[in-house]
């Protein structure tokens, strides 16, 4: 079984940045690229950004093109989302998975890391 462990998350004015983070660990980890998922208040659970464990290839959402990062430090088994000009709408609980193509390729999530943008 793979275990995700969120952190990073906290309140930031729109405009500023957060770095968030997601231990890895488990036997089959590298079987997966990793991404990062979010869900607001009332919203269903979006992708945003995904990585390869070599950096080989990433993706992102739309929505966050531009301002977020993803990165993998594999000595860590750590995956990486810097936020920059965070916006109001990046309000949500982020969590951490494996990803098939985009879509998450594991049936259940850490406990997420809370991101609160204020206006």
């Known amino acids: 079984q793979v275990h995700l462990v969120e952190s990073g998350g906290g309140l930031v004015q729109a405009g500023g940045s957060l770095r968030l983070s997601c231990a890895v660990s488990?036997?089959?980890?590298?079987?997966?690229?990793m991404g990062w998922f979010r869900q607001a208040p009332g919203r269903e659970r979006e992708f945003v950004a995904a990585?390869?464990?070599?950096?080989?290839?990433?993706a992102y959402a739309d929505s966050v093109k531009g301002r977020f990062t993803i990165s993998s430090d594999n000595a860590e088994n750590t995956v990486y989302l810097q936020m920059n000009n965070v916006k109001p709408e990046d309000t949500a609980v982020y969590y951490c998975?494996?990803?098939?193509?985009?879509?998450?390729?594991?049936?259940?999530w850490g406990q997420g890391t809370q991101v609160t943008v204020s206006s």
């Open positions: 488990g036997r089959t980890f590298r079987r997966y690229a």
């Open positions: 998975n494996g990803v098939d193509g985009l879509a998450p390729a594991l049936d259940y």
């Open positions: 990585i390869t464990w070599n950096g080989s290839w990433t």
